[in-house]
């Protein structure tokens, strides 16, 4: 009993104390001699009344790993007399495999905005470590370059969707970002029986502490049947339903969002067992119809 109150006060603890305020698209500016280099846009007044974060998952697994689609649905509001135009940044994390992302889209307002894709190298460990949004824009070369580089390079990566906003004096505009990301893997092994896969990802959500402001945020995390439990966050998810998790705030968290979805040779048995008992109760459904069918033509 006692055990269960200290998780019921650590629950309420995650959602009432307050939380530093940063976010995930980054505002940004084009520098340079030649003008195509990105930097951070400071005294962007553009705010960020709310945003919704959807991870799904995908069931069937990405090559030797997992991967989830992600979805970024934010309200963005330009409270200044002027035109405010200026490119954005929305940085995702890369697996060692995943050097091509072909399902990606930017919506402004269900309009779809130019999209150019920028890569930035970077070893897991220093991804853990945390990278600066002026360190991550700096390092990004065109894709097509950043290719050339790893080909080869047993490296990992973070891909920046850039584009360009543009929102009217008092507008309110919704802004849309779908990628895919994939997860880093790891198998713990019993007599060449693997006993537990965990499936971790990484999502950047301090770049955009130079919005205006950022009021609310909304995460969703909708896990694969294969792999249905949250194991480790870097937030305080709660229970939402069968496979899925919510987190709210009135704030942006401190940090970036990790997360680790977990699968057992347990829940393995199980869920096949559960697909097994299923398909038996179908049979006797169908069994039971046949038989009353049979009776009323004798």
């Given at each position: 009993?006692?055990?269960?109150?200290?998780?019921?006060?650590?629950?309420?603890?995650?959602?009432?104390?307050?939380?530093?305020?940063?976010?995930?698209?980054?505002?940004?500016?084009?520098?340079?001699?030649?003008?195509?280099?990105?930097?951070?846009?400071?005294?962007?007044?553009?705010?960020v009344k709310r945003e919704r974060l959807t991870f799904r998952v995908n069931?069937?697994?990405?090559?030797?790993?997992?991967?989830?689609?992600?979805?970024?649905?934010?309200?963005?509001?330009?409270?200044?007399?002027?035109?405010?135009?200026?490119?954005?940044?929305?940085?995702?994390?890369?697996?060692r495999r995943q050097q091509t992302m072909d399902e990606q889209a930017v919506?402004?307002?269900?309009?779809?905005?130019?999209?150019?894709?920028?890569?930035?190298?970077?070893?897991?460990?220093?991804?853990?470590?945390?990278?600066?949004?002026?360190?991550?824009?700096?390092?990004?070369?065109?894709?097509?370059?950043?290719?050339?580089?790893?080909?080869?390079?047993?490296?990992?990566?973070?891909?920046?969707?850039?584009?360009?906003?543009?929102?009217?004096?008092?507008?309110?505009?919704?802004?849309?970002?779908?990628?895919?990301?994939?997860?880093?893997?790891?198998?713990?092994?019993?007599?060449?029986?693997?006993?537990?896969?965990?499936?971790?990802?990484?999502?950047?959500?301090?770049?955009?502490?130079?919005?205006?402001?950022?009021?609310?945020?909304?995460?969703?995390?909708?896990?694969?049947?294969?792999?249905?439990?949250?194991?480790?966050?870097?937030?305080?998810?709660?229970?939402?339903?069968?496979?899925?998790?919510?987190?709210?705030?009135?704030?942006?968290?401190?940090?970036?969002?990790?997360?680790?979805?977990?699968?057992?040779?347990?829940?393995?048995?199980?869920?096949?067992?559960?697909?097994?008992?299923?398909?038996?109760?179908?049979?006797?459904?169908?069994l039971y119809i046949y038989r009353r069918i049979c009776k009323k033509d004798?």
């Open positions: 009993m006692k055990k269960l109150l200290a998780l019921f006060w650590m629950a309420i603890l995650c959602f009432a104390l307050p939380q530093a305020v940063w976010a995930n698209t980054l505002p940004s500016r084009w520098e340079g001699t030649s003008g195509n280099e990105l930097r951070v846009a400071e005294g962007c007044p553009v705010q069931p069937r697994k990405a090559g030797y790993t997992a991967e989830s689609t992600v979805t970024a649905v934010y309200a963005l509001y330009n409270p200044t007399d002027a035109v405010c135009t200026f490119p954005a940044v929305f940085p995702v994390v890369l697996t919506l402004l307002d269900g309009e779809p905005l130019p999209v150019t894709a920028y890569q930035a190298d970077f070893s897991e460990q220093k991804i853990l470590d945390g990278l600066t949004p002026s360190q991550l824009l700096e390092n990004c070369v065109p894709e097509n370059v950043w290719k050339d580089y790893v080909q080869g390079n047993d490296s990992t990566g973070i891909r920046l969707l850039a584009f360009e906003l543009e929102l009217q004096p008092g507008e309110t505009a919704k802004l849309q970002l779908q990628t895919v990301t994939e997860a880093f893997m790891e198998e713990r092994i019993f007599s060449r029986i693997p006993t537990e896969t965990r499936y971790t990802f990484y999502y950047y959500l301090s770049p955009a502490q130079y919005w205006g402001s950022f009021e609310n945020i909304t995460i969703d995390l909708r896990l694969s049947p294969k792999a249905p439990v949250l194991a480790d966050s870097s937030l305080c998810f709660i229970p939402a339903g069968p496979c899925r998790y919510i987190y709210h705030g009135d704030a942006l968290p401190d940090g970036e969002l990790i997360f680790t979805a977990k699968s057992t040779i347990l829940l393995t048995v199980l869920r096949w067992l559960t697909r097994l008992g299923q398909l038996l109760c179908a049979v006797i459904i169908l004798a």
